[in-house]
Nanobody, 120 residues
Framework: QVQLVESGGGLVQPGGSLRLSCAASGSIFSINGMGWYRQAPGKERELVAHISSGGTTNYGDSVKGRFTISRDNAKNTVYLQMNSLKPEDTARYYC??????????????WGQGTQVTVSS
């Protein structure tokens, strides 16, 4: 079993910053890509940012230049630094990881999500 646990969400004013963390634990052989997705009420889940095992990143258009994804492979942790937050960034943010639990088997895992609310 693999668990992903997010932290760092909360209430922030427009223009503020937050840093999300997601730690993976359990039966982990290796982790390939890790990413952050978000879902606002009434909307579909969308990609926020993704980082490969080698450090290649890509971002959703709405967050480019404001958010930065990074990872610490030694800690099996991915981070999302969010700056210049806007009310439209309000959503539940989910961590995702492609985890290889054995040399032969890999699967996609999700965290439970952390709420980010941007409001004055």
């Amino acid at each position: 079993q693999v668990q992903l646990v997010e932290s760092g969400g909360g209430l922030v004013q427009p223009g503020g910053s937050l840093r999300l963390s997601c730690a993976a634990s359990g039966s982990i052989f290796s982790i390939n890509g890790m990413g952050w997705y978000r879902q606002a009420p009434g909307k579909e889940r969308e990609l926020v940012a993704h980082i490969s095992s080698g450090g290649t990143t890509n971002y959703g258009d709405s967050v480019k230049g404001r958010f930065t994804i990074s990872r610490d492979n030694a800690k099996n942790t991915v981070y999302l630094q969010m700056n210049s937050l806007k009310p439209e960034d309000t959503a539940r943010y989910y961590c995702n990881a492609a985890v290889r639990t054995t040399i032969l088997f890999a699967d996609n895992y999700w965290g439970q999500g952390t709420q980010v609310t941007v409001s004055s």
